[in-house]
């Protein structure tokens, strides 16, 4: 990472972009749907703990990845990080990624590819 891609006190960026698969809706979940600061934060890290974005019947869902070397260490470590940030957060949490889901249908009407 370069000093220009530093994006010091702020978590509305993608701190995981070198995940090339969602990192698209990652940065439009952080950039242009959620606008809480706490939740803000709470998924930005839970991004840099290498957790994932996956639609699953016009949903979607967070979802970690449990390798020492890209993600949590164990599942354990996981479970831990939901039960003290996602879970008492579930109600916002599932309302950004609601919106974004809508942002993005929205964006696809406009550009034609829905």
Known sequence: ?????????????????????????????????VDDEE??????????????????????????TIDPKRGFDTKEDWEEFRRQWLLPNAGKITAALRKLEETERSLRLRLGTA
């Open 1 to 33: 990472m370069g000093i220009s891609d530093w994006h010091a006190h702020d978590w509305r960026w993608d701190p995981r972009s070198e995940l090339t698969l969602d990192h698209d809706v990652w940065e439009l979940l952080l950039t242009k749907v």
């Open 39 to 64: 939740i803000g934060w709470i998924l930005n890290g839970a991004r840099c703990a290498g957790c994932r974005l996956f639609l699953t019947d016009g949903h979607y869902r967070i979802e970690p």
